[in-house]
Nanobody, 127 residues
Framework: QVQLVESGGDSVQTGGSLRLSCAVS????????MAWFRQAPGKEREGVAV????????WIADSVKGRFTISRDNAEKKVDLQMNSLKPEDTGMYYC????????????????????WGQGTQVTVSS
């Protein structure tokens, strides 16, 4: 079973940047959907970004497009989420998730599709 460990969450002011990392172990993620989700208090968990490790294609949610990017570091076996121009509405718990043995991630943007999850890292953006 894959193990996912998130890091990088913090408290920042509006306009600031953070880089979240998801360390991946116990799996060679050559064909997986690696995703970042977030959940604000009282709200449903929502997809932020998904990366298909097979071909590097990425999906970014409209709410963060142009501000967030998802990338992978194969040598370090991690998937990063670079978050720029942060807004208070970006506040929430951010989770890394994996859907293994999948080549096309085009339809996997919702949490129900993912079986493996990290514990989450908190991001707080103050105005």
């Amino acid at each position: 079973q894959v193990q996912l460990v998130e890091s990088g969450g913090d408290s920042v002011q509006t306009g600031g940047s953070l880089r979240l990392s998801c360390a991946v172990s116990r799996y060679t993620y050559s064909s997986a959907c690696m995703a970042w989700f977030r959940q604000a208090p009282g709200k449903e968990r929502e997809g932020v970004a998904v990366l298909a490790t097979y071909d590097g294609r990425a999906w970014i949610a409209d709410s963060v497009k142009g501000r967030f990017t998802i990338s992978r570091d194969n040598a370090e076996k991690k998937v990063d989420l670079q978050m720029n121009s942060l807004k208070p509405e970006d506040t929430g718990m951010y989770y890394c998730a994996a859907l293994l043995e999948t080549f096309n991630c085009d339809y996997y943007h919702t949490p129900e599709a993912y079986l493996d999850w990290g514990q989450g890292t908190q991001v707080t953006v103050s105005s």
